[in-house]
C-alpha cells in the first residue's frame, strides 16, 4: 500500500515568490492535514481538510491557504514568500474512524532566499 | 488553549541504557497522548499512544505512562539500540483544541554505542 507522496521534495524560491505544494494520502484516506516544521518550533499545525471541505485551520497568516480535490489529494500555498517561511512542510492523512494515527509523508523543504 | 512541553531537548545515553522522555499538558479535557518517532529525512512516525482512561501502555521496549492528576505522559525506551536514535514528539488531543494534536518541540534521542 503506497505511503503519502509530497511532492516536490526540495524547492528554492526567492522572497515574494509563491509555491504550490502537493500532498497524495493514503489510498481510502479522506483527511488530510498540513504542519509547518523549522528547528526547534516542533511541529505548527495548518490546516485540516476532509472531502475539499477545511475543517480546522492553525495560526498563520492569510499567505497560507490550501486545498482539497475530489480524489482527496491535496495542495497548499504560499503566497509572497518570506524569509520566514523557510521550513519543512508535513502533509499527514488519517484514516476515517481510525484510531487517530496521522501518517506523514516525508515532506517538502522549502527554501527562501 | 492546549499547550504541550516537553523535555530534555536533547537526551543522549548509552547503548543499552533506558531513555525517558516527559511531556505535560495544561488543558485536563486532553483525552489522547500520541508519540511519534521522526528519522532523519522521514515525516514522523507513530510508535505508541495512549488515551485517557488508561494509565500505562507497553508495546516490547516501549512504554507510556500517563498521570492525570499532574498532567504529564512519559515514554520510556529499555534496551536502547542505534536504531532508535532519532526525533521523538509527543502530542495532546482535546475537545477545545478542536481536536487537533497539539505538539510538544521534540527531542533528539542519541544513542552512544
Known amino acids: 500500500k503506497a505511503g503519502v507522496t509530497q511532492t516536490p521534495r526540495y524547492l528554492i524560491k526567492t522572497r515574494g515568490q509563491q509555491v504550490t505544494l502537493s500532498c497524495s494520502p493514503i489510498?481510502?484516506?479522506?483527511?488530510v492535514s498540513w504542519y509547518q516544521q523549522t528547528p526547534g518550533q516542533g511541529l505548527q499545525f495548518l490546516f485540516e481538510?476532509?472531502?475539499?471541505?477545511?475543517?480546522n485551520k492553525g495560526n498563520f497568516p492569510g499567505r497560507f491557504s490550501g486545498r482539497q480535490f475530489s480524489n482527496s489529494r491535496s495542495e497548499m500555498n504560499v503566497s509572497t514568500l518570506e524569509l520566514g517561511d523557510s521550513a519543512l512542510y508535513l502533509c499527514a492523512s488519517e484514516r476515517t474512524g481510525g484510531t487517530g494515527e496521522l501518517f506523514f509523508g516525508e515532506g517538502s523543504r522549502l527554501t527562501v532566499l | 488553549g492546549e499547550n504541550v512541553e516537553q523535555h530534555p531537548s536533547t537526551l543522549s545515553v548509552q547503548e543499552g541504557d533506558s531513555a525517558v522522555i516527559k511531556c505535560t499538558y495544561s488543558?485536563?479535557?486532553?483525552?489522547?497522548f500520541p508519540w511519534y518517532k521522526q528519522e532523519l529525512g522521514k515525516g514522523p512516525q507513530l510508535i505508541i499512544d495512549i488515551r485517557s482512561n488508561v494509565g500505562e501502555k507497553k508495546d516490547q521496549r516501549i512504554a507510556v505512562t500517563l498521570n492525570k492528576t499532574a498532567k504529564h505522559f512519559s515514554l520510556h525506551i529499555t534496551e536502547t539500540q542505534p536504531e532508535d536514535s532519532a526525533v521523538y514528539f509527543c502530542?495532546?488531543?482535546?475537545?477545545?483544541?478542536?481536536?487537533?494534536?497539539?505538539w510538544g518541540a521534540g527531542t533528539k534521542l542519541i544513542i552512544k554505542p
Open positions: 481538510y476532509f472531502s475539499e471541505t477545511q475543517r
Open positions: 502530542a495532546a488531543r482535546s475537545m477545545d483544541s478542536n481536536y487537533q494534536l497539539i
Open positions: 488543558d485536563s479535557a486532553s483525552n489522547y
Open positions: 489510498s481510502g484516506h479522506r483527511s
